[in-house]
Antibody, heavy 116, light 107 residues
Framework: EEQLVESGGGLVKPGGSLRLSCAAS????????MNWVRQAPGKGLEWVSS????????YYADSVKGRFTISRDNAKNSLYLQMNSLRAEDTAVYYC?????????WGQGTLVTVSS | DIQMTQSPSSLSASVGDRVTITCRAS??????LAWYQQKPGKAPKLLLS???RLESGVPSRFSGSGSGTDYTLTISSLQPEDSATYYC?????????FGQGTKVEIQ
């Protein structure tokens, strides 16, 4: 079965940076677009960013535009999210998910906490 | 952005009950709608896509319908393992948006 494993979460101070990674396996990573979706503690789901299979199309939510950068390395079957200028409101579990318009498979998530 | 309004925000029902959750989009989304189930501490799980297409392995008691701006998720006979939060999501726009969720509890 398809597998996605996120890593890189942790505690960071406001204004700091963090880079999340998502390792994909058991499917042809280079054939699929990918999403990042986050969930603040006790809250609902929020789409963050999407990247197409060849990185030719990239989209961001307004809440992260200009601060976050999505990227991928198809040779390494990996997806990334570079997060800069982090704010308290970015505190959330971040999920990577395979994009088929909808998110068909999800990782287990990695927790990002932004606090002084 | 397209706004997704889900109702109710929570419900409590008995085993065997028929449960319906609705999702309304702020504009037409041409059946580009997915439903997810999320249990506490777990990642969301895709149940249906294209408004009514049941994903492989999902029990047939789950079904979806709708068109235009209005969509529904129905659980025909609620089971104890269906206790979870359910989210709708539109993918008509590149800026995907989710409903606020419906928490389903078993009485």
């Amino acid at each position: 079965e398809e597998q996605l494993v996120e890593s890189g979460g942790g505690l960071v101070k406001p204004g700091g940076s963090l880079r999340l990674s998502c390792a994909a396996s058991r499917f042809t990573f280079s054939s699929y677009g990918m999403n990042w979706v986050r969930q603040a503690p006790g809250k609902g789901l929020e789409w963050v960013s999407s990247i197409s299979s060849s990185s030719s199309h990239i989209y961001y939510a307004d809440s992260v535009k200009g601060r976050f950068t999505i990227s991928r390395d198809n040779a390494k079957n990996s997806l990334y999210l570079q997060m800069n200028s982090l704010r308290a409101e970015d505190t959330a579990v971040y999920y990577c998910a395979r994009d088929e318009g909808y998110s068909s498979y999800w990782g287990q998530g990695t927790l990002v906490t932004v606090s002084s | 952005d397209i706004q997704m309004t889900q109702s109710p925000s929570s419900l409590s029902a008995s085993v065997g009950d028929r449960v319906t959750i609705t999702c309304r989009a702020s504009q037409g989304i041409s059946n580009s709608l997915a439903w997810y189930q999320q249990k506490p501490g777990k990642a969301p799980k895709l149940l249906l896509s294209a408004a009514s297409r049941l994903e492989s392995g999902v029990p047939s008691r789950f079904s979806g319908s709708g068109s235009g701006t209005d969509y529904t998720l129905t659980i025909s006979s609620l089971q104890p393992e269906d206790s979870a939060t359910y989210y709708c999501q539109q993918y008509y726009s590149t800026a995907q948006t989710f409903g606020q969720g419906t928490k389903v509890e078993i009485q």
